[in-house]
């Protein structure tokens, strides 16, 4: 902000500013008394002395002499041979995985070279991050508006992951539909696909736990929308599974052909699918060479490499082979700490590497 002044300001301002002066004496202590003479406090050092022997006298009750805070090498060797065992076989944990999953890798990107998709690498190959791709959702909103774009053009996509027969691609996907309650309310559906004679509904998951909302939503679609046979679907990060059966009733079930679902009595069964069964359909389409188009084929590729590494939490193939050929500590470490995840990226590469 600019301020226009002039020269004859300056002498209207004169006399406040003697006026502070002349006050700033009133609120300061004067220098001297400010400044430490040495002169007067010269006896002051012999009170100190005698202060300070004291304190030294009773340090040894206070502290811990330095000889016996110190670690001699001589007194633990015998030590290190026992911890040597017990580091091997902690980090053996994760660093077996690691090496098994680098193997997996390495035959999962000759067979993905070899199939009709049009890639030559895993989708798990490279790292997907902010900085070297698009930008990655970051709620559930954000999946769900990628899911549609992935399920939309494709019936492939929809026959594998639903298990249902279809006639082609959906002809009309809705995200966020308002369906009215009766005491006049709505329930949002994340994802609805219409087919001629089918509808299928998708209850989108990842942090939130308000499960018991899918029964009531499926419920106001099958009302909204007649005329169709209902699919309906509640997609989840498989670490959620057990959450699911404490907060749901009735109690997750199992079908004869290992599908989830809960026996809602109204609207009915619906399916409890989890995101890694997503990726695992989108792998089948691709490798099968099942693709809409090359535009279709590279958004769903990249859509299942960014939900392997950001919810299912997969690690990519760089930060692997640091795990299965470590050259220093935090590599040897890092498997540990994700010994969990490793275990679950290397049964999922298991049974993907046959489509």
Same mark, same amino acid.
């Given at each position: 902000?600019?301020? !226009?002044?002039?020269?004859?300001?300056?002498?209207? *301002?004169?006399? @406040?500013? #003697?006026?502070?002066?002349?006050?700033?004496?009133?609120?300061?202590?004067?220098?001297?008394?400010?400044?430490?003479?040495?002169?007067?406090?010269?006896?002051?050092?012999?009170?100190?002395?005698?202060?300070?022997?004291?304190?030294?006298?009773?340090?040894?009750?206070?502290?811990?002499?330095? #000889?016996?805070?110190?670690?001699?090498?001589?007194?633990?060797?015998?030590?290190?041979?026992?911890?040597?065992? @017990? @580091?091997?076989?902690?980090?053996?944990?994760?660093?077996?995985?690691?090496?098994?999953?680098?193997?997996?890798?390495?035959?999962?990107?000759?067979?993905?070279?070899?199939?009709?998709?049009?890639?030559?690498?895993?989708?798990?190959?490279?790292?997907?991050?902010?900085?070297?791709?698009?930008?990655?959702?970051?709620? !559930?909103?954000?999946? #769900?508006?990628?899911?549609?774009?992935?399920?939309?053009?494709?019936?492939?996509?929809?026959?594998?992951?639903?298990?249902?027969?279809?006639?082609?691609?959906?002809? !009309?996907? *809705?995200?966020?539909?308002?369906?009215?309650?009766?005491?006049?309310?709505?329930?949002?559906?994340?994802?609805?696909?219409?087919?001629?004679?089918?509808?299928?509904?998708?209850?989108?998951? *990842?942090?939130?736990?308000?499960?018991?909302?899918?029964?009531?939503?499926?419920?106001?679609?099958?009302?909204?929308?007649?005329?169709?046979?209902?699919?309906?679907?509640?997609?989840?990060?498989?670490?959620?599974?057990?959450?699911?059966?404490?907060?749901?009733?009735?109690?997750?079930?199992?079908?004869?052909?290992?599908?989830?679902?809960?026996?809602?009595?109204?609207?009915?069964?619906?399916?409890?699918?989890?995101?890694?069964?997503?990726?695992?359909?989108?792998?089948?389409?691709?490798?099968?060479?099942?693709?809409?188009?090359?535009?279709?084929?590279?958004?769903?590729?990249?859509?299942?490499?960014?939900?392997?590494?950001?919810?299912?939490?997969?690690?990519?193939?760089?930060?692997?082979?640091?795990?299965?050929?470590?050259?220093?500590?935090?590599?040897?470490?890092?498997?540990?700490?994700?010994?969990?995840?490793?275990?679950?990226?290397?049964?999922?590469?298991?049974?993907?590497?046959?489509?």
């Amino acid at each position: 902000m600019a301020v !226009e002044i002039d020269s004859d300001d300056w002498v209207a *301002l004169d006399p @406040w500013w #003697s006026a502070h002066t002349q006050a700033w004496p009133a609120t300061r202590r004067a220098g001297s008394v400010s400044t430490l003479d040495p002169a007067r406090v010269a006896d002051c050092w012999s009170d100190l002395d005698s202060w300070w022997r004291a304190y030294a006298d009773s340090g040894p009750h206070v502290r811990v002499a330095a #000889s016996s805070r110190t670690l001699f090498v001589e007194q633990l060797e015998d030590e290190w041979t026992d911890l040597d065992s @017990w @580091w091997d076989a902690y980090t053996d944990i994760g660093h077996e995985t690691a090496v098994d999953i680098r193997e997996l890798l390495r035959e999962s990107n000759e067979a993905w070279r070899q199939s009709p998709a049009p890639f030559d690498t895993d989708p798990l190959a490279a790292a997907v991050t902010d900085d070297e791709g698009p930008l990655l959702p970051g709620t !559930e909103e954000g999946w #769900s508006d990628w899911l549609a774009k992935v399920l939309r053009p494709s019936a492939a996509l929809v026959a594998e992951l639903f298990v249902v027969p279809v006639d082609g691609a959906p002809h !009309e996907v *809705l995200r966020e539909d308002q369906l009215a309650k009766d005491d006049g309310g709505f329930r949002r559906p994340d994802l609805l696909l219409f087919h001629a004679d089918r509808g299928i509904s998708i209850e989108v998951k *990842l942090g939130d736990e308000h499960y018991g909302k899918t029964e009531e939503t499926a419920r106001l679609a099958e009302r909204e929308y007649t005329g169709y046979e209902w699919h309906h679907t509640l997609l989840l990060p498989e670490r959620k599974r057990d959450r699911l059966s404490t907060i749901v009733t009735p109690a997750v079930s199992s079908r004869d052909d290992g599908q989830l679902q809960v026996e809602w009595g109204d609207p009915g069964p619906i399916a409890v699918v989890f995101w890694r069964d997503v990726t695992a359909a989108i792998r089948t389409i691709l490798r099968r060479g099942d693709a809409v188009n090359d535009h279709w084929a590279a958004n769903a590729y990249l859509f299942c490499a960014a939900v392997e590494q950001q919810i299912l939490r997969f690690q990519p193939q760089p930060i692997i082979e640091q795990m299965a050929d470590p050259a220093t500590i935090v590599d040897t470490v890092q498997p540990i700490t994700v010994a969990g995840v490793l275990d679950n990226q290397r049964e999922y590469l298991n049974t993907r590497q046959h489509p």
